[in-house]
Every structure is written in structure tokens, then in C-alpha cells.
């Protein structure tokens, strides 16, 4: 089936400590995305990326990193740096056509920060 | 002005009723519109999308755009207790590529 894999559903860090947060992807899609949510609010873009190998900054880049060597895959990294990473994060993919493409989502990983 | 924009709600409505969900957004040029239904603790799912004026129907989901408005809006008939979700409004704009900017949702409850 296709699909979008995240892992790990649940994960506890640290302070101080990166973690890295995986999206898988079989859709053949080109773009795919990174979205944090908090408590009682909408989603908020972190990184997208349309390309492989090229990605660009979304609305709250501070404090994560990404990468985008393959095509099916776009992990995050969520670094020392974020303040305040507690959160529900949702990995998304498209197609690049930018007139009808809806997102597809991975089922997310609920970060928190002991 | 908030890129998209929703009423956060609670929206309350009985079973059987019509469930009214509004947004409104910034970006004039924006082409492609899409409702999101959120369970609590799931990821959204899409329920809908809209790319031209006017009203598109899916089974008991309507959705309308006013794009002189900048006004897309959901309408679902014959409300089930099951509908009692987060309603996400979701806009491509231009700055953002292929990327979708959020609204922070509208909380629907619908009582037996």
C-alpha cells in the first residue's frame, strides 16, 4: 500500500539533546513537508522541500534541520537549539502542481521533552 | 490580517442539523483550497478541496469559494456525533511553493 511512514510515533529527549525524526514516502511523490502542531492550534510549516537535494524554510525553521538526499525520504532533525520542541510533528507529501496538489500525511511523531 | 483564518469555536449543532465552518484568507492569488477533518491525537485527513468559484458537493460535505471574497467555506448536512472533529482550513500560497499554510481549525461537537 501506498503510504507515508513516520517513526518513531512516541519519542522522549532530553534537554540539549537532537533528535532525529523520520518520514518515509512510497507515493512517487516529489514534495514533501514538515508541519508542527501544538495544543488547540493549526499547523505551522517548518521545512518543505520540492527537489531532491534542495529545500527551503518554512514559517518556523529555527532550531530544525532537514535534508532531502532521496526521493522517499526527509527526515528532521530537531536540534539542541529549538526552545520549545515539544510538539506533534506531521511529515506530508504532494505532487510538485502547485494548482491541485493536496498533501498526503504520515500518521506523525508526538515529541517531548523531559 | 492571519494568512487563513477561522473561528476556533467551539461550534456546537444537534445531530441531523447542517454544520456551518468558515475561513477567509489573505492571499488574492491563492488557486487551491482544501478542508482537513483532524480526530484528536490523528493526523488530518482531507475531506474536501475547491479550486473554483462556486459550490462542489461530496456526499453530505459541500464546499463553497468566493475567491472576490477571499471566503471558502464546508458545509455538512445531516451532522453525525462521528463528525465531532477539528476542521483545518488549508490555502496554497505563493510565497510557501507547493506547501499549504493552515488555519488553526474549528472544533466541531455534535450531540446525540
Known amino acids: 500500500d501506498g503510504g507515508i511512514t513516520q517513526s518513531p510515533k512516541y519519542l522522549f529527549r532530553k534537554e540539549g539533546q537532537n533528535v532525529t525524526l523520520s518520514c518515509e514516502q512510497n507515493l512517487n511523490h516529489d514534495a514533501m513537508y514538515w508541519y508542527r502542531q501544538d495544543p488547540g492550534q493549526g499547523l505551522r510549516l517548518i521545512y518543505y522541500?520540492?527537489?531532491?537535494?534542495?529545500?527551503q524554510k518554512g514559517d518556523i525553521a529555527e532550531g530544525y534541520s532537514v535534508s532531502r538526499e532521496k526521493k522517499e525520504s526527509f527526515p528532521l532533525t530537531v536540534t539542541s537549539a529549538q526552545k520549545n520542541p515539544t510538539a506533534f510533528y506531521l511529515c506530508?507529501?504532494?505532487?510538485?502542481?502547485?494548482?491541485?496538489?493536496?498533501?498526503?500525511f504520515g500518521e506523525g511523531s508526538r515529541l517531548t521533552v523531559l | 490580517q492571519k494568512e487563513v483564518e477561522q473561528n476556533s469555536g467551539p461550534l456546537s449543532v444537534p445531530e441531523g442539523a447542517i454544520a456551518s465552518l468558515n475561513c477567509t484568507y489573505s492571499d488574492r492569488g491563492s488557486q487551491s483550497f482544501f478542508w482537513y477533518r483532524q480526530y484528536s491525537g490523528k493526523s488530518p485527513e482531507l475531506i474536501m478541496s475547491i479550486y473554483s468559484n462556486g459550490d462542489k458537493e461530496d456526499g453530505r460535505f459541500t464546499a463553497q469559494l468566493n475567491k472576490a471574497s477571499q471566503y471558502v467555506s464546508l458545509l455538512i448536512r445531516d451532522s453525525q456525533p462521528s463528525d465531532s472533529a477539528t476542521y483545518l482550513c488549508a490555502v496554497n500560497m505563493f510565497r510557501a511553493g507547493t506547501a499549504l499554510i493552515f488555519g488553526k481549525g474549528t472544533t466541531l461537537s455534535v450531540s446525540s
Open positions: 522541500s520540492q527537489i531532491v537535494n534542495d529545500f
Open positions: 506530508a507529501s504532494s505532487t510538485r502542481d502547485r494548482n491541485t496538489g493536496e498533501l498526503f
